[in-house]
């Protein structure tokens, strides 16, 4: 079981910058994949973002390819996914999940998720 704890999320103009942080409570990250994914209001869940368990193997959706970097400190045990020249289209809630995969890039491939934090992009 892993509980996953994501911050970092808040109201922000479009052009702005967020980072956000994933953090698991009381355990390591492992050897897990962990990525992002994200839901907007009324829309399914939106792979954003992944990382494998060594740091050196990241994955973005073309959506958020060159705006957003998805990285791993595993001596803070954290991920982040600094997202730059936010756009009003990236509004929704992003959440931290992890897999036990290499490569999960949908969300159906993810078992462990977060609670979700919001971002708000106002044009």
């Known amino acids: 079981q892993v509980q996953l704890v994501e911050s970092g999320g808040g109201l922000v103009q479009a052009g702005g910058s967020l980072r956000l942080s994933c953090a698991p409570s009381?355990?390591?990250?492992?050897?897990?994949?962990v990525g992002w994914v994200r839901q907007a209001p009324g829309k399914e869940r939106e792979f954003v973002a992944c990382?494998?368990?060594?740091?050196?193997?990241?994955y973005s959706a073309d959506s958020v390819k060159g705006r957003f970097n998805i990285s791993r400190d595993n001596a803070k045990n954290t991920v982040y996914l600094q997202m730059n020249s936010l756009k009003p289209e990236d509004t929704g809630v992003y959440l931290c999940?992890?897999?036990?995969?290499?490569?999960?890039?949908?969300?159906?491939?993810?078992?462990?998720w977060g609670q979700g934090t919001q971002v708000t992009v106002s044009s």
């Open positions: 999940a992890a897999a036990r995969y290499q490569n999960a890039y949908s969300p159906s491939e993810y078992t462990y």
């Open positions: 009381g355990r390591t990250f492992g050897y897990y994949t």
């Open positions: 990382v494998t368990w060594t740091g050196s193997s990241t």
